[in-house]
């Protein structure tokens, strides 16, 4: 499989689309055409485990690398997860699917794709000839910090720098990276939002004096953002698990269609699963919800993304982001694969802070796209009565999820046209992750102690804690370093 980058960058392999995780014109790599996967395929999917599942479909992408060393290295990446099973699809009272994605080391969706990172980047380096020590860089809205970290921390001939918004993440988000063990990570808190990080490091990524007084220090860059495609990857996987769990379970007939309400902030777990729809899983709708911060809402509506807006930081922070990189690769596919459009767009949006598509692309947006936003009551409100009504405790980036798939199956009941879909909500995060706000939704109760929370969940719930959370209470603060965003290049340059 060939990559080439949405500006225009020639092709490049999977395994050096990984290894380099960003083109050097400041584009993303996509795949130079989408593999299929055949309904022989999907029904000898059914009766394999998770790994094997996953292992198929990157398979198809990263063609160059070992097919039974990729299999084990998957079984050996899910073997941490709790219960056996990295992403159960749990079925409420009411009829609701569920897509569980917290199950791993870190309690959050992005273990799905980072347990699996470190061997891609590191069988790529060898098949790429990379002599050279490996930095990731990595900008973090909460949840991919402590992924990624967890996930290279004391692997050999790796460094991971992490820089995550000084108040825009929640207290137990900020515990987990700040806590992390591990000779070769750095954690450094940014003065500004998410926005402000990811541009730092992508200007770091992007510039060339950056990447030579890296490249004196021995290091290569790459990133375990979803800007890196070996990030990106493994979330495909899940949404055919899913669809393949409903088949097997005769909740649906192989062929019907399954829509997908995804909790949205740097767009690239919803892009997954548009992804999977490319390769032909029979995917109907994906419901893209936001919350306060609904950049993209307005953009699905009208075509003009313009991040010129109001910010907000909200109870669910992961989502609190106005620069949604992963839709470049939407807007590179929508516009015909046209690299120098798409890059006329990131000029624009960089420079003007907007951009705006043709009618015909967002017509074919809308065909499979449609977006929402949840306010923070209307999240509150969600998360209180899904959990009175039917036992089942959510996180608040869950609930913003849930509360927008409520209203578009809504609009769909009223449409005597629509066709009937079974519909899952993908659940992105533990309610451990952000316990104060669960708490207080769950009980309009505020605590200042994020631990006490935990417990006042558990009491109320009966869900069990998971040990990356506990074990976080008594470890030592490491990293204490705040920095404003032009100060994260020499942050970085001390840590080599």
């Not at 790529?124 to 020590?133: H, M, N, Y």
């Not at 269609?257 to 029979?282: C, E, Q, W």
């Not at 907000?312 to 694969?337: A, H, K, Q």
């Not at 209203?407 to 993908?426: I, M």
Request: charged share 25%; aromatic share 10%; net charge negative.
């Amino acid at each position: 499989m060939e990559f080439i980058g949405t500006r225009g960058e020639g092709k490049v392999t999977g395994a050096e689309a990984v290894v380099k995780g960003i083109a050097e014109d400041g584009g993303l790599f996509v795949p130079a055409s989408f593999p299929q996967v055949t309904p022989a395929e999907m029904e000898e999917m059914l009766g394999m485990d998770y790994p094997e599942r996953a292992a198929l479909i990157l398979k198809k992408y990263f063609g160059e690398y070992p097919e039974e060393e990729l299999l084990e290295e998957l079984k050996k990446a899910y073997s941490s997860f709790e219960d056996g099973d990295p992403a159960p699809l749990v079925k409420v009272e009411n009829g609701t699917f569920i897509l569980e994605l917290f199950h791993g080391p870190t309690c959050a969706f992005k273990d799905m794709a980072l347990s699996v990172l470190p061997y891609l980047l590191r069988k790529g380096c060898e098949l790429c000839g990379v002599k050279e020590k490996i930095l990731i860089l990595t900008a973090t809205s909460g949840d991919t910090g402590k992924a990624a970290l967890e996930s290279f921390a004391d692997k050999e001939g790796v460094k991971i720098a992490v820089f995550y918004p000084e108040d825009g993440v929640s207290k137990m988000q900020k515990l987990q990276m700040c806590t992390q063990d591990g000779e070769n990570v750095s954690v450094t808190a940014v003065r500004g939002n998410f926005d402000d990080c990811q541009t730092g490091v992508k200007k770091i990524m992007g510039s060339e004096k950056c990447r030579s007084s890296i490249a004196e220090k021995g290091y290569v860059i790459s990133s375990a953002n979803s800007i890196n495609f070996g990030r990106l990857a493994p979330q495909i996987c899940y949404y055919f698990s899913a669809y393949l769990d409903l088949v097997s379970s005769d909740q649906i007939a192989m062929g019907d269609r399954v829509d997908f309400a995804v909790p949205t902030g740097n767009f690239g777990n919803i892009l997954a699963g548009y992804y999977a729809k490319k390769m032909g899983l029979p995917v109907g709708t994906l419901i893209c919800a936001s919350n306060t911060n609904n950049v993209l809402t307005d953009f699905f509506r009208t075509g003009t993304y313009d991040r010129k807006r109001p910010f907000y930081r909200t109870m669910s922070p992961s989502m609190d982001i106005l620069v949604s990189s992963n839709l470049e690769r939407l807007i590179f596919e929508l516009s015909g694969r046209d690299a120098a459009l798409t890059a006329e767009r990131m000029r624009s949006l960089a420079q003007t802070g907007r951009y705006t598509l043709r009618a015909e692309e967002l017509k074919e947006l809308k065909e499979n796209f449609c977006a929402g936003w949840t306010s923070e009551d209307d999240t509150v409100e969600c998360v209180y009565e899904f959990f009175t009504e039917y036992g089942y405790p959510m996180d608040t980036h869950t609930g913003v999820a849930m509360h927008v798939a409520e209203q578009y199956e809504k609009k769909r009941e009223d449409d005597p046209s629509a066709e009937k879909r079974k519909l899952v909500v993908v659940s992105t995060a533990s309610p451990y992750k952000c316990p104060q706000d669960v708490l207080y939704a769950l009980t309009g109760n505020d605590v200042k102690d994020s631990f006490k929370g935990v417990k006042r969940i558990n009491l109320l719930t009966a869900m069990k804690v998971p040990e990356a959370i506990k074990s976080v209470r008594y470890k030592p603060i490491r990293f204490k370093t705040t920095v404003s965003a032009d100060k994260m290049f020499d942050e970085l340059m001390k840590f080599l």
